[in-house]
């Protein structure tokens, strides 16, 4: 039988792979082969490719399957169902039977472990709809976030994550962007295990966006003018646009007919007064002994 990954596997051989591994489980029936030697076995299917010694060899190491399936299982979401993953690591065991050779001297447990895990994790890489490009990328931002706040206790800034990723500008700005891949779960996904016997659902604990809180509208209205009081007109802009708006350096520049570097002295020189501004503001608070 030839192998079937991916979305090339389709609902009907889907079901059909399921209900042979739980058929394959079920059957409790002895076989001729039970009292033959595994090698006499392997070699008896080697000259017939007898459909009856394959259907043995399957119901055999089928063990090895939900094995593989289970251990995977453990690093994947509840969603995913482990007679999902047994469908396709059985693909992976019918390509090891059918491609197994006894004279190289290997066992067969350790030939086909490598295969069905690979059949599995195929069949996960075709469920998930972000391409590995992405998830790469991903993993690499991640692994140098967790570097840098082990050795230094604190987030990386920026600046320092791209120093630590070797790159700088507007790669840098891509490749976090590529990164920040959008996931899909459930609703019915366990959130945490609460006190009580029922499981809190993400449902449960999902933030409403649609709700604004009024003091903190406000508030934020309250710094915006603040900060841009006394400002001229471009450098509001490149405050509002740069902080509120999350626009780039070059993309202020842009909108406002100035060069990249230009906006970024002008932002620097709008920090500086504004430090400034906030030292002479404190002390005028300070109390007076």
């Known amino acids: 039988m030839p192998r079937m990954r991916g979305s090339a596997m389709s609902v009907g051989t889907r079901s059909h792979s399921r209900y042979a591994v739980e058929h394959a489980e079920a059957s409790d029936k002895p076989s001729p082969y039970d009292d033959m030697p595994i090698s006499e076995v392997w070699m008896e299917y080697r000259k017939t490719h007898s459909c009856e010694i394959r259907n043995y060899l399957m119901e055999r190491f089928l063990p090895l399957v939900r094995y593989n399936a289970e251990r995977i299982s453990t690093r994947l979401p ?5 007679q999902d993953l047994m469908s396709a690591g059985l693909f992976g065991l019918m390509d090891a039977i059918d491609a197994y050779d006894l004279d190289r001297g290997v066992k067969f447990e350790t030939y086909c472990a490598p295969r069905i895990r690979g059949a599995i994790l195929d069949e996960l890489r075709a469920m998930d709809w972000v391409p590995r490009l992405v998830r790469h990328r991903t993993s690499r ?3 140098a976030r967790q570097k840098f706040e082990m050795e230094h206790g604190r987030e990386p800034t920026p600046e320092e994550l791209a120093e630590l990723l070797q790159l700088s500008g507007e790669e840098f700005d891509k490749f976090v962007r590529d990164s920040s891949a959008v996931s899909t779960f459930s609703l ?3 959130c945490f295990q609460s006190d009580g016997s029922r499981d809190v659902r993400e449902i449960d604990v999902i933030k409403d966006e649609s709700q604004r809180n009024p003091f ?3 508030q934020r ?3 915006k003018d603040l900060i841009t009081k006394g400002l001229s007109r ?3 802009l490149i405050v509002i646009l740069y902080y509120y708006e999350e626009m780039t350096m070059k993309e202020i520049g842009a909108t406002l007919d100035l060069s990249e570097s230009r906006v970024s002295q002008m ?3 709008i920090l500086a ?3 400034a501004q906030m030292q002479h503001k404190a002390r005028e608070l300070e109390p007076v002994e």
Do not use: Y
């Not at 509840?78 to 482990?82: G, M, P, R, S, T």
């Open 216 to 218: 903190s509208e406000i």
């Open 273 to 275: 007064r504004l430090k």
């Open 267 to 269: 932002h620097s020189s």
């Open 188 to 190: 019915t996904r366990r």
């Open 78 to 82: 509840d969603e995913v169902d482990i």
């Open 221 to 223: 209205k309250d710094i």
């Open 141 to 143: 931002v991640e692994q």
């Open 234 to 236: 471009a450098e509001r």
